[in-house]
């Protein structure tokens, strides 16, 4: 007697970094992802290449061009698909969740979330492009380097590319309600959870992460950098969030 198997779809993780980052910023996440039977793909956004290669920066980026970027990723994939945004990347995730509502199993939110619309993270009218800060400026502006070691600081400093300021000051623009239907995992690393969803329903936080129907919120208590931090946690959260 001989039976026949379903083959398994394919899981596939698009992982969108924040601002200064590319497809680097990853790698001691993806080998859990693949271990674990995934398919990853992290992003080098559009204008955050390295100087020689086919993403080297050029003048003109938007946030559009992102969000193109990664959405024509997503719609060449065969099987469902996670999107993950950290940090800045979250408003690319976001944009394209709401122009690929049906195409996306869940979007994970890594320290951050999804903009009310027409909100920017910069306000401001586009200008030069924004370098990396120093680390002191980074703290005090809130970004928390708790758990980057030495090494990963010299490396994230040496690879790290001014961010487009026409991504960075540009509005996040969505329109389909659909989006709402998603499901959602945001995974908080330097904010409790209990503390993010006071702010979001107080209105201290313009977010509209309690508008969808499906959130999970996930503490992995660190920095704002958990892929230099506890990237290993960091994997365990996002195979776990992709399996539901």
Excluded: K
């Excluded at 129907?213 to 503490?219: G, H, K, N």
């Amino acid at each position: 007697m001989t039976t026949t198997q379903t083959p398994r779809t394919t899981t596939h993780v698009v992982l969108v970094p924040g601002f200064w980052l590319g497809a680097w910023a990853w790698d001691a996440v993806v080998p859990a992802l693949r271990d674990a039977g995934l398919a990853p793909h992290p992003v080098t956004l559009p204008g955050l290449g390295a100087p020689g290669t086919p993403e080297e920066p050029r003048p003109g980026i938007t946030l559009d061009d992102q969000v193109a970027a990664v959405r024509d990723l997503v719609d060449g994939l065969d099987g469902d698909v996670v999107l993950v945004g950290h940090s800045g990347g979250a408003f690319v995730a976001q944009m394209v969740a709401d122009q690929r509502p049906g195409r996306l199993r869940r979007v994970v939110y890594v320290d951050s979330g999804p903009l009310n619309d027409g909100m920017t993270l910069r306000p401001g009218d586009p200008g030069a492009d924004v370098p990396l800060p120093t680390w002191a400026e980074l703290q005090a502006e809130g970004s928390s380097l708790e758990g980057v070691d030495d090494d990963a600081l010299a490396t994230w400093r040496a690879r790290a590319m001014p961010h487009p300021g026409g991504v960075a000051t540009a509005p996040v623009h969505v329109h389909d309600a659909r989006r709402f239907a998603v499901p959602v995992t945001a995974i908080c690393t330097s904010l409790p959870s209990p503390l993010l969803r006071e702010l979001i329903g107080s209105g201290q936080m313009p977010s509209e992460l309690g508008a969808y129907a499906d959130v999970e919120y996930v503490d992995l208590p660190t920095g704002h950098w958990p892929m230099f931090s506890r990237p290993t946690d960091l994997a365990a959260a996002i195979v776990a969030a992709s399996r539901r």
